[in-house]
T-cell receptor, first 115, second 112 residues
């Protein structure tokens, strides 16, 4: 199993550009989520999905869109990049979301810089 | 808004020393997890605690969940350079949403 994969690993954008961060998992996990990590702020939840066709907002959803057409893929779209979106983005997945013991498996991250 | 506060934010110690990291909240949580993250990688789960007062041990790491389930601690005995990393606590938001919130993290550096 490859686990959770993310592409690209690094990306530089100009303000106003759009792009899609890709995330895929091969563990047949129901639950997938996107976080951003900024210095001193831990991980903040952007969007999450409890299954194909179902998505919901997290703590910091503004400026980001998601969709979940398959169990495996959960892309994150930046509509019009802003310097405030410079961050490291992590995708995570877990088998379920109702058990106390659900373990989140994280991808290696995408480091995004917006100029 | 449910928040998790970790302290200290940074810790630099010599190999062999002991340390404790704290994760506190004003909210009650049904479970709490600790993750460890190394530079350039995603976090990896260390432990999940679910019962107030619960203590779990993972080699030299001891995790405790507060009696009131509002706080947790991570104690490392005889720290080694391999323990260097970012330690994050995480808890499930109340309600059946699956949302996890994270503390801001504790960066630990263990010098040889």
């Amino acid at each position: 199993n490859a686990g959770v994969t993310q592409t690209p690993k690094f990306q530089v954008l100009k303000t106003g550009q759009s792009m899609t961060l890709q995330c895929a998992q091969d563990m047949n996990h129901e639950y997938m989520s996107w976080y951003r990590q900024d210095p001193g702020m831990g991980l903040r939840l952007i969007h999450y999905s409890v299954g194909a066709g179902i998505t919901d907002q997290g703590e910091v959803p503004n400026g980001y869109n998601v969709s979940r057409s398959t169990t495996e893929d959960f892309p994150l779209r930046l509509l019009s990049a802003a310097p405030s979106q410079t961050s490291v983005y992590f995708c995570a997945s877990s088998y379920g979301w109702t058990s106390f013991f659900n373990e989140q498996f994280f991808g290696p991250g995408t480091r995004l810089t917006v100029l | 808004t449910q928040l998790l506060e970790q302290s200290p934010q940074f810790l630099s110690i010599q190999e062999g020393e002991n340390l404790t990291v704290y994760c506190n909240s004003s909210s009650v949580f049904s479970s709490l997890q600790w993750y460890r993250q190394e530079p350039g990688e995603g976090p990896v789960l260390l432990v999940t605690v679910v019962t107030g007062g619960e203590v779990k041990k993972l080699k030299r790491l001891t995790f405790q969940f507060g009696d009131a389930r509002k706080d947790s601690s991570l104690h490392i005995t005889a720290a080694q350079p391999g323990d260097t990393g970012l330690y994050l606590c995480a808890a499930r938001v109340s309600g059946n949403t699956g949302k996890l919130i994270f503390g801001q993290g504790t960066t630990l550096q263990v010098k040889p």
